[in-house]
């Protein structure tokens, strides 16, 4: 189970059809990524942060984790509204500032 699923993009993209799951799809992990970059996850925390449940935590308490999911998903899907909304002219730059705001808790590995 992923962080934010395929479809639970589309319901927040409010996109009906399958026409575009493959740029939503794109999209999502681009903004998974780029989360987890701003956050200074490595790939190991983004690992267990992105993964089922009953997967390997990385050190986390399920308490952390659980914060930590909760921040991730609100931050994951700002992103991808933002990126899909602005996809020729999205000011990436911007897009960060606004991800280290929301992600600050997390980037100073304040639990």
Known sequence: MALVTLEEAKTYLRV???????VVGILLTSAGKLCADVARL????????????????????EEELS????????????????????????????LTLTLRSLLFSIREGVL
Not at 42 to 61: C, K, L, P
Not at 75 to 80: G, H, R, T
């Open 42 to 61: 490595t790939d190991e925390q983004w690992a267990a942060v992105d993964a089922d449940e009953t997967e390997d935590t990385a050190s986390y308490t």
């Open 67 to 94: 914060r930590i999911r909760e921040v991730m998903k609100v931050a994951v899907l700002y992103a991808l509204a933002y990126l899909y909304e602005h996809r020729e002219e999205a000011d990436h730059h911007g």
């Open 16 to 22: 009906d059809s399958s026409d575009e799951d493959a």
